[in-house]
């Protein structure tokens, strides 16, 4: 989509013919303009982590409408993705996009890339990397931030530590060499992410159990309502939005967005695994869980066909995965850095510690948490998680570079 005024049109987001080529003599950077090429772009990681063991082949299905007219982010968003080839074999692949929600926010000329993909080749990252940041300044952006799959709401930052651990459910993996070719591409740290690991067997400090039960009268921990699943789901938006919106790179989900969410939910989540925390009724606090659903799709080598569907929904409901993810969640501002917003935090954690329990649940993976968010690093490290992987944000400034380099 080009922009919010075409919000409407039916055009493929990654047909938009790009001015910008990179021509290499060994290889080339071509943009993607039809579904043939969008296929290709979905499996230029494979052959990239043949040998990683540790790598997650994603669901075709669900990579194919994450690049689709109906991922509802494109509605707010110009993109570009292209594909790097070397003898005609695909080596390589980035996206670049505006995110127009976020301009109106920060006004700051930032733009994104993400998608990132390659062997190990300098000159294929550095290709890459240049041609999005051309497409991007031609566009008169005058920062780049990545990588982002496609936006902070989404699949976010590099790897680079923990990769010796699978990645959780809409959590990346990256190559040991990722982290190099990008920084010597001039690219700095803005931000590290956090992912927390902690056993189910954890307990609660003593401390904070006595101030749990001082605030019992007040305070009430509850599961999803499904059948009032629409007014629930306005709930934790709203909790979200507002807990989040002071952090760091923020921006809030479109309607769309949120409603597609909602339906991940549905179909994923068991009620136990939404928290709301109330006080004297008023809902104040929230935390959504996934089951890792990255355990039960690693043989699976992408496919749901003809059989995958069949292991799929078995492994879900039945057999179950023995790990999870907090994924989201918040407390409104005015408890947070409180007693009361530590009892709110601290009892929706052991409520669905216990829910996770019930399912068979052994470790959860909290993430993920900005690295300056002292407040909650600290309660997580309170209960005996420690950070076991970083996802590390990078930004480049063109105009200091042009500036540098004369």
């Not at 005058?142 to 699949?155: H, M, T, Y």
């Not at 909602?262 to 006080?279: H, K, P, T, Y």
């Not at 948490?369 to 930004?395: F, H, Q, S, V």
């Amino acid at each position: 989509m080009s922009d919010r005024t075409q919000a409407n049109s039916t055009r493929h987001p990654t047909t938009q013919r790009s001015t910008t080529s990179t021509e290499r003599s060994s290889f080339r950077i071509v943009p993607v303009e039809d579904a043939r090429a969008v296929e290709q772009f979905i499996r230029v990681p494979w052959p990239i982590y043949t040998h990683d063991a540790c790598w997650v082949p994603p669901l075709l299905l669900e990579r194919k409408q994450h690049l689709s007219t109906h991922n509802p982010y494109f509605a707010h968003a110009t993109t570009q993705l292209w594909i790097a080839y070397r003898n005609h074999q695909p080596v390589g692949r980035i996206s670049a996009q505006i995110d127009h929600f976020h301009q109106e926010r920060y006004q700051d000329l930032t733009g994104f890339w993400g998608m990132l993909e390659a062997h190990d080749d300098q000159d294929v990252f550095h290709a890459l990397l240049q041609t999005a940041e051309q497409w991007l300044q031609e566009k008169g952006i005058r920062q780049a931030r990545g990588p982002f799959n496609f936006s902070i709401n989404q699949e976010c930052g590099l790897l680079i530590h923990g990769l010796q651990t699978p990645p959780m459910v809409m959590m990346g993996h990256a190559r040991p060499y990722y982290r190099q070719h990008v920084e010597s591409h001039g690219y700095r740290k803005a931000k590290d992410l956090l992912a927390y690991s902690v056993d189910l067997d954890f307990e609660i400090p003593p401390i904070m159990q006595k101030a749990i039960r001082k605030a019992e009268s007040s305070v009430t921990f509850r599961s999803l309502q499904r059948s009032d699943f629409k007014q629930e789901l306005a709930i934790i938006r709203s909790i979200f939005e507002e807990a989040w919106s002071n952090n760091w790179g923020f921006i809030p989900f479109s309607d769309q967005e949120f409603a597609a969410l909602g339906q991940e939910l549905r179909w994923l989540v068991d009620d136990s695994f939404v928290q709301i925390a109330e006080v004297d009724g008023v809902p104040e606090a929230m935390l959504v869980a996934f089951p890792n659903v990255n355990e039960i799709i690693r043989d699976l080598n992408g496919r749901l066909f003809p059989i995958g569907w069949v292991k799929f929904l078995w492994r879900l409901k039945v057999s179950r995965p023995h790990t999870a993810r907090v994924a989201l969640m918040g407390v409104r501002k005015k408890y947070q850095g409180t007693p009361l917003g530590a009892v709110l935090a601290f009892g929706m954690i052991d409520t669905v510690r216990q829910a996770g329990r019930s399912w068979g649940i052994k470790q959860v993976e909290l993430s993920w948490i900005l690295e300056d968010n002292i407040g909650m690093n600290n309660m997580l490290k309170a209960i005996g998680c420690e950070p076991y992987k970083t996802y590390r944000i990078y930004e480049k400034s063109f105009t200091h570079t042009q500036e540098t380099s004369r």
